[in-house]
């Protein structure tokens, strides 16, 4: 089976060489390069071809979101996750827009690094739990802003899905969600995405990988 070929665009010395060191760690990784910026990172981008960049959304040499827009635009099967201290809700559906599969928290820990990567090499959009209430609601309310009052008629969310929405800003995970509302956590997931995706967000996002289950 081929190694996850795996590039790292970090500002920060320490932290970059840290990630490296841990994907480095994986058998199915391989971190084809890693690097601060700058004006070469696409070009070396498009000499590796690395099938997942992780991108500093600090970048201080050049704009991040153009960055994912350009080698997303140039490495159409490569996925890029960005990765920051808090980004802002703005920063999010800027990223998630412009095609971005995910994003990873600063001071995420190992294995939710690794669990946000393989999600979105098996297809899908992982971003951290706790960003995901804020998000639905800043969406909902972005979308709402562009059409006027209301929603369009087709962008307008099911009972089952604005309850669902409400449980999300509660904090609540897949799980507790499912067992409030007596449905599956496939069926939850599902909703999400189908919610998402009505808030004019092109990809369905991927929450199973990127949530916990709730603590006993």
Same mark, same amino acid.
């Given at each position: 089976?081929?190694a996850?070929?795996?590039?790292? @665009?970090?500002a920060?010395?320490?932290l970059?060489d840290?990630?490296?060191?841990?994907?480095s760690?994986?058998?199915?990784?391989?971190?084809v390069?890693?690097l601060?910026?700058?004006?070469?990172?696409?070009r070396?981008?498009?000499?590796?071809?690395?099938?997942?960049?992780?991108?500093?959304?600090?970048?201080?040499?050049?704009?991040a979101?153009?960055a994912v827009?350009?080698l997303?635009?140039l490495?159409?099967h490569?996925?890029? @996750?960005g990765?920051g201290l808090?980004?802002?809700?703005e920063?999010?559906?800027?990223?998630?827009q412009?095609?971005?599969?995910?994003?990873?928290?600063?001071?995420?820990t190992?294995?939710d690094?690794l669990?946000?990567?393989?999600a979105v090499?098996?297809?899908g959009?992982a971003?951290?739990?706790?960003?995901?209430?804020s998000l639905l609601?800043?969406?909902a309310?972005?979308?709402?802003?562009k059409?006027?009052?209301?929603?369009p008629p087709?962008s307008r969310?099911?009972?089952r899905?604005?309850?669902?929405?409400m449980?999300?800003?509660?904090g609540?995970?897949d799980i507790?969600?499912?067992r409030?509302?007596r449905?599956?956590?496939s069926a939850?997931?599902?909703?999400?995405?189908?919610?998402?995706?009505?808030l004019?967000?092109?990809?369905h996002?991927?929450?199973?990988e990127?949530?916990r289950?709730p603590?006993?």
């Amino acid at each position: 089976m081929r190694a996850i070929r795996f590039m790292i @665009i970090e500002a920060n010395r320490i932290l970059r060489d840290g990630i490296a060191a841990v994907i480095s760690e994986q058998p199915d990784f391989r971190v084809v390069k890693a690097l601060s910026g700058g004006r070469d990172m696409v070009r070396v981008a498009r000499q590796c071809k690395p099938d997942v960049i992780l991108l500093d959304m600090g970048l201080r040499s050049t704009n991040a979101l153009r960055a994912v827009t350009t080698l997303i635009g140039l490495l159409p099967h490569s996925r890029v @996750i960005g990765m920051g201290l808090m980004p802002s809700q703005e920063d999010i559906v800027g990223f998630v827009q412009a095609g971005a599969s995910g994003f990873i928290l600063k001071n995420a820990t190992v294995d939710d690094v690794l669990r946000t990567i393989r999600a979105v090499v098996g297809g899908g959009v992982a971003h951290p739990p706790s960003l995901t209430g804020s998000l639905l609601h800043f969406v909902a309310d972005r979308a709402s802003r562009k059409t006027g009052a209301a929603l369009p008629p087709g962008s307008r969310m099911t009972r089952r899905e604005r309850e669902i929405t409400m449980h999300v800003a509660n904090g609540e995970n897949d799980i507790e969600i499912a067992r409030h509302l007596r449905i599956t956590s496939s069926a939850v997931r599902s909703h999400i995405s189908n919610i998402l995706e009505k808030l004019a967000l092109r990809s369905h996002l991927h929450f199973g990988e990127a949530r916990r289950s709730p603590k006993r």
